[in-house]
T-cell receptor, first 114, second 117 residues
Framework: GEDVEQSLFLSVREGDSSVINCTYTDSSSTYLYWYKQEPGAGLQLLTYIFSNMDMKQDQRLTVLLNKKDKHLSLRIADTQTGDSAIYFCAESMQGSSNTGKLIFGQGTTLQVKP | DSGVTQTPKHLITATGQRVTLRCSPRSGDLSVYWYQQSLDQGLQFLIQYYNGEERAKGNILERFSAQQFPDLHSELNLSSLELGDSALYFC????????????????FGEGSWLTVV
């Protein structure tokens, strides 16, 4: 089945690291994505990881993938107030239909306190 | 700016009415997607078009329909609107229909807010 789960809320202090977690159920997932949604705005692609990778780092962002446990995490180093947003985990699968359909989690609201 | 343009940004309409949401994909992108974001359902995939043809269908109601035109812009038509159709409707685009596997990514527009009263 297709299901992506995220915790709904995370609160951190400015300057701390944030870790947002995601679990997925479909073992055929090939790419996993992190999107950011700021209030009143659309979805911004932050980063993605291919399923044969364990880790990907992009400036302050680190993505860790544990394929055995179907667990994905996004670490934001030195979290800033501008990082306050909703973060969505999403997966894509190579099904017989070969589409670009993404399955999204419910989103994690990150609150950064000054 | 993702390069995906959606209009209108906000729309308020009454139950039973019909509306059309419009999307212009990023330059060069052939694939267009529609997603619905609501409080109770989260982000749900509705439908995908590639170069004018329907490629994949998700949780799209029969009251809803979409199409992609020869100039690659797309429209999502919502009819017999109900209060529960109030949501943020996103359009997204990518270069290919298999974008996630080819390394190309899916870029989202800012969405069209639909309020049904």
């Amino acid at each position: 089945g297709e299901d992506v789960e995220q915790s709904l809320f995370l609160s951190v202090r400015e300057g701390d690291s944030s870790v947002i977690n995601c679990t997925y159920t479909d073992s055929s997932s090939t790419y996993l994505y992190w999107y950011k949604q700021e209030p009143g705005a659309g979805l911004q692609l932050l980063t993605y990881i291919f399923s044969n990778m364990d880790m990907k780092q992009d400036q302050r962002l680190t993505v860790l993938l544990n394929k055995k446990d179907k667990h994905l995490s996004l670490r934001i180093a030195d979290t800033q107030t501008g990082d306050s947003a909703i973060y969505f985990c999403a997966e894509s699968m190579q099904g017989s239909s070969n589409t670009g359909k993404l399955i999204f989690g419910q989103g994690t609201t990150l609150q950064v306190k000054p | 700016d993702s390069g995906v343009t959606q209009t209108p940004k906000h729309l308020i309409t009454a139950t039973g009415q019909r509306v059309t949401l419009r999307c212009s994909p990023r330059s060069g992108d052939l694939s267009v997607y529609w997603y619905q974001q609501s409080l109770d359902q989260g982000l749900q995939f509705l439908i995908q078009y590639y170069n004018g043809e329907e490629r994949a269908k998700g949780n799209i109601l029969e009251r809803f329909s979409a199409q992609q035109f020869p100039d690659l812009h797309s429209e999502l038509n919502l009819s017999s609107l109900e209060l529960g159709d109030s949501a943020l409707y996103f359009c997204a685009s990518s270069a290919s229909y298999r974008a996630p596997f080819s390394g190309n990514t899916i870029y989202f527009g800012e969405g069209s807010w639909l309020t049904v009263v």
